[in-house]
């Protein structure tokens, strides 16, 4: 493709080696009667005048409460949230702990998976299908990366659909992810960087912004 680059896929290969991973008035309803011995009011008697009624104040500024976001109960992080893989060869096992068995091995560098619940030294992650089960926090880091999901993806100067493409990227092209507007997010990987829609990558909450 002459004038611009392409950023190859590297396919995040998870070995299959056992079964998918599990672990994981009054009360008494009488009425007062009048007592017979006052004189009944007087016909001129003014009327009690109604109080005036409080009425809600409306043009205060309007509150939004947003959803307490759930810890992980060993880091304090969020969870779910998305890390990535540190080394070339990751052992994901069915339960938080050596003595249990190896269900799957991710043996690309940098893919990027989501931390869905911790327990010791163990996080339990998964990929962008769905797979996984626990890892050991040392085979995982914070960099933020994010994973092709449509083949050919232009990659755009700006975060504007008009704007110049600079790349195009294959589906399961692995990149490191930069700023993200709330609909568009930059990527960098393979000597190319552009910007896209969320929609074309996994790696990344729907809502989440990026500076």
């Not at 990366?145 to 990659?155: A, R």
């Not at 704007?163 to 930069?178: R, Y």
Request: net charge positive.
């Amino acid at each position: 493709m002459t004038g611009s680059k392409i950023l190859a896929a590297v396919s995040s290969i998870a070995i299959l080696v056992g079964a998918i991973w599990s672990v994981s008035g009054n009360a008494s309803g009488a009425q007062s009667k009048p007592d017979a011995s006052q004189p009944a009011p007087s016909a001129q008697t003014n009327k009690p005048q109604a109080k005036p009624v409080a009425k809600p104040a409306t043009d205060g500024p309007d509150v939004q409460l947003s959803k307490p976001q759930r810890r992980g109960p060993v880091t304090h992080l969020p969870i779910p949230r998305y890390v990535s893989l540190k080394g070339s060869k990751g052992n994901v096992r069915r339960g938080p702990s050596l003595s249990h068995r190896i269900d799957w091995v991710f043996t690309h560098p940098g893919m990027p998976l989501k931390v869905t619940a911790e327990f010791g030294h163990w996080r339990r992650v998964e990929d962008n299908e769905g797979q996984g089960g626990w890892i050991h926090y040392t085979l995982i880091s914070g960099v933020r990366n994010v994973i092709v999901m449509q083949d050919m993806v232009s990659l755009h100067a700006r975060p504007d659909p008009k704007s110049a493409v600079t790349a195009k990227a294959q589906a399961g092209a692995i990149a490191g992810l930069g700023a993200c507007t709330h609909d568009w997010c930059e990527i960098e990987g393979s000597g190319a960087d552009g910007w896209l829609p969320k929609t074309e990558i996994w790696g990344v909450d729907p809502d989440e912004t990026r500076d």
